[in-house]
């Protein structure tokens, strides 16, 4: 009998393993011609059969689906590229700043372990090497290949640094993420699957991007889906996570196409509805107590939703109501001139004495139609935001419907803010109070335990503490 109870208890956790378990390796990057095997029957099916799926076949049946899934459709670069210049002027400064800050720090083919030195000789700190893991300013050389009459260098450039992660990634010298500096890490590797997924789909059409490039893109990112599966199996709070497991979402939606596609779908939203479950207050505030990580989540759900909808994939109603309530916060907490307080250490812009909400409640305002959002939004989204909305998203703005917001003075005992509030008049009076501590993250608090801010006469009359 005991000896039947351990068979059955071995082949159960047999059996548990084999249907939890992905089929897509996180240890090595998938050949282009082994790609199909990992394809789900119909899909396979739909390409013609196994034995006709050529990779000019499965390269052009990928660019289809981006067509329809990413945010927008990448038969429309160039047209969007010539609006971006006009609407956004300044942005051509901005990229290329940053392009030639990375082009001249790092070669195409960079080492991905410590201890290494920029091209100028001097040694790469922990910090330097975590902004290298996020690829963030290659987004900019992806802008910069534009601006320079599509220069094939900047492309090249960005497909040798990405085989050089690969490289890495075989050979086994890539900083880990018991290092510390983890390039597969969930924040670092979901800020770089966010910021690839925007220069693969810049790149599809171009002549410099083959079948071959592209598939190989593909393959990178199937491998750090597979990753990110494998290292986030419970949850973790924190933003960090959030990031991965976003990017891991984003991946089981533009790639559905794959068998592993449901299991990543499942975890990552599994885990995001924890971290909504968890880490938003009951009075609708993000848990670490500050605007711009607040809104740094609305991010990461935004992107899942967006994606989500684009591909008719349902999203839970509970995801949903909580991902609105993320939004609904912050005109509770706003100034009259449509602006909010800065709490703890809103770090996007440490010398602020307000923040600039319109972004977030212009992402509201195209999301959920709510006039009282549209009251804060804006015509004119942010640059970065451009690119990760829709034709007829960016039509809407032209048309804002707004409401003045009703609310008056409004408390969140869980987050321990509360605003006093005497109109939205532009010379209105409005003070907002900090008195609360995070339990679980207070990091981010820099020691805030009673702060005071007020406006009035359309001016900040409180400056609020400087973090040191």
Partial sequence: MKSLKLFYLLFSCFFSNCVFA?????????GADDLPYYLKPEVIQELGGSNTITQAKLAQYFRDKFSERYFYDWKSNDARFKEYVLLYPNAQGTHTKNALDHLAKFEAVTPWKLPFCYKNGEPLNAYAMRHLARQHKMADIAFYYQFQNKNPEYLHYFKDQLKSLNTALTLNRYETIDDGNGVYEAFRSGYRVLNWLQIHNLFLGEKGYSDDDQLLTIATLLQHASSLYETNTE???GNHQTRGMSALAMLSILFSDFKDADLWKDRAMGLLQEHLSKEINKDGFQFERTVHYHISDIDNYFFVHQLAKNSHVKIDSILELKLKSLFETLPKIAYPDKSAPVF????NAPWAEKNDISGALTLGFL???DPVMGYFASEQVPAIVYWYLSD???KLLRNLKAQVPIVQSVDFPETGYFIMREGWNKDDKVMAISNGLDPYKP??????MLGIQAMANGKVIFIRYVIP
Wanted: aromatic residues 8%; hydrophobic residues 30%; without cysteine.
């Fill in 22 to 30: 992905q089929n897509i390796p996180s240890e090595k990057i998938i």
């Fill in 235 to 237: 949850f973790v709070p």
């Fill in 344 to 347: 703890s250490d809103d770090t």
């Fill in 367 to 369: 999301l959920f139609r």
């Fill in 392 to 394: 007829t998203q960016l």
């Fill in 443 to 448: 990091d981010h608090q820099q020691g805030d």
